[in-house]
């Protein structure tokens, strides 16, 4: 399996929008890895928002989307919220064992 | 109101075994795959490994530092899930977070991780 890397930080201003990714030290990300999106506030349990690239859940804001930008994974969000300020982790899939992204903090300010 | 509650956390010595459990409720238990993933103090998350269903021979995938110590199993008649874990490293202290996966048909019956427990804490020190 790889090593599945994220941007340690990331801040963006109430309304604006960012993009975090997710690589792969085994090279491009693809639709095969399945990449996941979760959100996790302090003292919570992670929530999913994204699977399988851009497929979002039931709760999951519309001001979220997933998607392949540049061979890494990537979650946008557009129009940040103060609520959306939490810890963001990717989860990419080798043939079926999965590795979790080193996790992104966005701070809304 | 579909429920996943762990327990079973508590402290142990290296070298020790503990059995986690996360009893499921509000939902057909047996038609879904179960993961276990865990996060230790200020740390990010890790993927500690998954039994499928019935359909799917229950077959089991474990993360590289945990195979050969961790074993995943499942009672469909009890609506529980369990992690037996022998051979305790101090490395093992984490918060063990159980997880539902959900059929997704449209996605070639892809089975993706939807709902999660609030995790119970594993400590492995002397």
């Known amino acids: 399996q790889g090593v599945v890397t994220q941007e340690p930080s990331l801040t963006v201003s109430p309304g604006g929008t960012v993009t975090l990714t997710c690589a792969s030290s085994?090279?491009?990300?693809?639709?095969?890895?399945?990449p996941y999106w979760f959100q996790q506030k302090p003292g919570q349990a992670p929530r999913t928002l994204i699977y399988?690239?851009?497929n979002k859940h039931s709760w999951t804001p519309a001001r979220f989307s997933g998607s392949l930008l540049g061979g890494k994974a990537a979650l946008t969000l557009s129009g940040a919220q103060p609520e959306d300020e939490a810890d963001y982790y990717c989860?990419?899939?080798?043939?079926?064992?999965?590795?979790f992204g080193t996790g992104t903090k966005v701070t809304v300010l | 109101e579909v429920q996943l509650v762990e327990s079973g956390g508590g402290l142990v010595q290296p070298g020790g075994s503990l059995r986690l459990s996360c009893a499921a409720s509000?939902?057909?238990?047996?038609?879904?795959?179960m993961d276990w993933v865990r996060q230790a103090p200020g740390k990010g998350l890790e993927w500690v490994g998954r039994t499928k269903n019935k359909v799917n021979s229950y077959i089991t995938l474990y993360a590289a530092s945990v195979r050969g110590r961790f074993t995943i199993s499942r009672d469909d008649s009890n609506n529980s899930l369990y992690l037996q874990m022998n051979s305790l490293k101090t490395e093992d202290t984490a918060v063990y977070y159980c997880v539902r996966l959900s059929l997704v048909q449209e996605l070639n019956n892809y089975y993706y991780m939807d709902v999660w427990g609030k995790g119970t804490t594993v400590t492995v020190s002397s």
């Open positions: 399988a690239t851009s």
């Open positions: 509000g939902f057909t238990f047996s038609d879904h795959y």
């Open positions: 085994t090279g491009t990300v693809t639709s095969g890895h399945y």
């Open positions: 989860l990419l899939s080798y043939s079926g064992i999965y590795v």
